[in-house]
């Protein structure tokens, strides 16, 4: 079969081009899988050179590119706009082929902690030179984004530039001091620190605004600064140009107590799991800023995160609480009238409501993946009665369906299945994973074991036909 001709391939080149990463490398897995066809070739050659060149990018602008993510018109972090990315490395290339060639030949033999970054901080640099002289059209179009979105973020962008080599050695260690931090560890860090304060007074909070951005979890860079500072009291950083990663990872806590608090039980079971990882981020968060800074019971940060605790204690059970009711929605009972007295039992004369259903999966999931956080998050107590009485209701109402349906007093057995095999979802995360199974093992002995009907008087040799 033969290719796609050059007009396509280079509509092709275009739109990979501006695609973004997560596209480009999801392209690159797809059409590895299609290696012997023809007509991809061409496309493959284009994925396989763009993923080559943003791996280059990448480690030569390693100590600014996760700072183009994010929204630019947050003043209180630094980010710069997407575009402005690929304007800078398409005007580095243009104006440093030779440089570029190299570190891309450096890039196939590196090895990070042996290899050195000298090719790759060389061309960093040039990109300040190129901003600062901003002649050619690239990064003149780079400084036209990042004004635009910030004014005098070119500025801040050389500042960043300028602590490229000190951000870059810091970066390799960062796995280390973010894992078991040391007294060698912090030592490092601290000599870090102070090679970049040497570039401008103003550069430590930059320093770590610039390491924060390198984490998964960028709350984690108050780890390091705690360790620079020789876990400080609470007045003592709050007095500092540092307070900043202190206060943002507080008010990032509010925000997730509100967003486990505002979780929409109709978001199904990756809602709930979803909820239920905001809870245990919130644990590893608290803990974070609890062990990193000396706080204070009484008042200031101290008393806010005791508030912040307390709060999410009352959140997660708040939402646990629901479960009684939500249960009962999903596993319906009703009045009956028996003799002259009336009682409760399951009501199985309407199909399940599959709403009300993955309501209940939905908290079920929360409740179940909750349990590693909760006794850190000070819930435990109240999660493990609420899974008791749980248990209790969905018990009872198996064995009320099961006795119904052995004495054939079930309007509609279907029905009657159809909420067994949901009580038997439900037993797992209630019980144990086995539970459920032992529902169904009992449900499908109940129905093959139907009350034979009373008897005619054609069955009966006693009576008279």
């Not at 109709?266 to 981020?281: D, H, I, Q």
Request: hydrophobic share 45%.
């Amino acid at each position: 079969m033969a290719g796609l001709p050059d007009a396509k391939i280079n509509i092709i080149r275009n739109l990979v081009e501006h695609a973004p990463d997560k596209v480009v490398t999801g392209l690159h897995n797809a059409l590895a899988a299609a290696e012997g066809d023809t007509a991809l070739a061409g496309v493959r050659r284009v994925v396989e050179a763009e993923v080559a060149d943003r791996n280059l990018r990448n480690r030569v602008l390693e100590p600014i590119a996760p700072l183009f993510a994010g929204d630019p018109a947050d003043k209180s972090r630094i980010v710069f706009p997407k575009a402005a990315l690929a304007l800078l490395w398409r005007g580095l290339k243009a104006q440093a082929a030779v440089e570029t060639a190299r570190a891309a030949r450096a890039l196939d033999e590196y090895r990070p902690g042996d290899s050195s970054t000298e090719p790759f901080d060389l061309l960093a640099l040039m990109a300040a030179d190129g901003l600062r002289a901003a002649e050619q059209r690239d990064f003149i179009a780079a400084i036209a984004a990042i004004e635009q979105a910030r004014p005098g973020g070119t500025q801040q962008m050389l500042a960043c530039l300028a602590l490229g080599p000190v951000v870059r050695q810091a970066t390799l260690r960062l796995p280390e001091w973010i894992g078991r931090f040391t007294e060698e560890h912090a030592a490092a860090a601290r000599v870090a620190y102070k090679d970049a304060i040497l570039e401008a007074d103003d550069a430590g909070p930059r320093f770590f605004e610039m390491l924060a951005a390198q984490l998964a979890e960028p709350w984690m860079i108050l780890r390091v600064v705690s360790a620079v500072m020789d876990r400080p009291t609470e007045s003592y950083l709050a007095g500092s140009e540092l307070a900043v990663f202190a206060v943002r990872l507080m008010e990032n806590i509010d925000a997730n107590l509100k967003r486990v608090a505002d979780f929409d039980l109709n978001s199904g079971v990756p809602g709930g799991l979803a909820a239920a990882a905001t809870v245990e981020t919130l644990t590893h968060q608290i803990t974070e800023i609890e062990s990193s800074i000396e706080l204070s019971r009484e008042s200031g940060w101290g008393l806010r995160v005791q508030k912040q605790k307390q709060t999410l204690a009352a959140v997660v059970e708040g939402r646990l609480r629901e479960l009684d009711k939500v249960l009962g929605q999903a596993l319906p009972n009703h009045k009956v009238r028996v003799a002259r007295t009336m009682r409760t039992e399951p009501r199985l004369t309407l199909a399940p409501d599959l709403k009300l259903v993955d309501r209940c999966r939905t908290l079920l999931a929360f409740a179940e993946a909750i349990r590693p956080s909760a006794n850190y998050g000070g819930f435990a107590s109240t999660r493990a009665k609420v899974m008791e009485q749980a248990g209790e209701t969905l018990d009872n109402y198996v064995e009320e369906v099961l006795s119904l349906v052995r004495d054939d007093e079930v309007p509609d057995r279907e029905i009657a299945a159809r909420f067994l095999q949901i009580a038997a979802e439900f037993a797992a995360p209630i019980h144990e994973p086995r539970a459920g199974d032992i529902v169904r093992r009992r449900a499908a002995t109940a129905f093959g074991a139907r009350k034979p009907p009373p008897p005619t008087y054609a069955d009966d040799p006693a009576k008279p036909v």
